[in-house]
């Protein structure tokens, strides 16, 4: 499934600039010129999917305990830092709200578990269905997404070489994105997958020369925490870019 658009997806956000997964930091990477989003859902104690990367709080928050020992209320008095900067934690709910109508694509990564149901349930409530891919570690979130929502696009997050056995699995269970890290994406691999139909969007872009290689690679998109770099890039390197329209509006 390759797509001819290429998805320069803000990583949490433009998260090296700003704390991650916030209003603040998704702001800056759509300023930036990200046509993507990604981002990563946990479920809070009472059951709430709010957007955050790790389990416990402390690397972002200097709190203790993990995202699913606290109520949202009791989430949303907590910072989330970087540098100078900080902002609340927010839902997927609201994420949605907000940014239904820009021109971008969400990378919606279900991070904890049983967070396929209800990420199903607000993708249906917004209707975004057609603005997102579905990605996890975690084949059996993504089973349950397949099985909540037939038609949505889903993107296997996954570390180490990928072979062919694991190509075909997913070809069977209707998983049409492979997400590679990038240390173990070249120009063979990629078109191979793209051959065999799978998008290929790469992560774990470290650093710019990890960047540049991808796009020479021929991938479909990637995840980075500096999308500036990467748009200016692509401006003058890339092939098929096409950058956003929301800071023209
Ligand atoms: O792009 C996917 C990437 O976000 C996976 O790694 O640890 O940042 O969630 P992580
Ligand atoms: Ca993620």
Avoid at 26 to 39: D, H, K, L, R, S
Avoid at 65 to 72: A, E, F, N, P, V
Avoid at 104 to 119: M, R, V
Wanted: with cysteine; net charge negative.
């Amino acid at each position: 499934m390759k797509r001819d658009k290429f998805i320069n997806y803000a990583h949490r956000g433009a998260s090296e600039y700003a704390p991650e997964n916030t209003f603040l930091s998704f702001y800056a990477g759509i300023f930036m010129g990200a046509n993507g989003i990604e981002t990563d859902v946990h479920l809070s104690r009472d059951g709430v999917a709010v957007l955050f990367h790790d389990e416990k709080l402390e690397r972002m928050t200097g709190e203790s305990g993990s995202i699913s020992d606290y109520t949202l209320k009791e989430l949303k008095s907590f910072w989330v830092k970087k540098n100078n900067l900080k902002d609340r934690i927010i839902t997927l709910d609201e994420f949605l709200y907000r940014f239904k109508d820009f021109d971008l694509t969400f990378a919606i990564e279900l991070k904890g578990d049983k967070t396929a149901k209800p990420t199903a349930e607000l993708i249906t409530k917004h209707g975004v269905a057609d603005k997102v891919v579905i990605t996890s570690f975690k084949y059996n979130e993504l089973l349950d997404m397949h099985a909540l929502l037939p038609s949505i696009r889903l993107g296997l997050l996954h570390q180490g070489e990928v072979n062919d056995e694991l190509l075909e699995k997913m070809k069977a269970d209707g998983i049409n994105e492979i997400c590679p890290e990038s240390y173990f994406v070249n120009k063979d691999n990629c078109k191979s997958w793209h051959e065999k139909g799978f998008n290929v969007r790469a992560w774990g872009v470290y650093n710019t020369d990890l960047m540049q290689n991808l796009v020479k690679c021929g991938v479909d998109g990637m995840t980075v925490n500096f999308p500036d770099k990467l748009c200016e890039y692509l401006s003058t390197n890339g092939e098929n870019n096409e950058s956003n329209s929301n800071t023209e509006k």
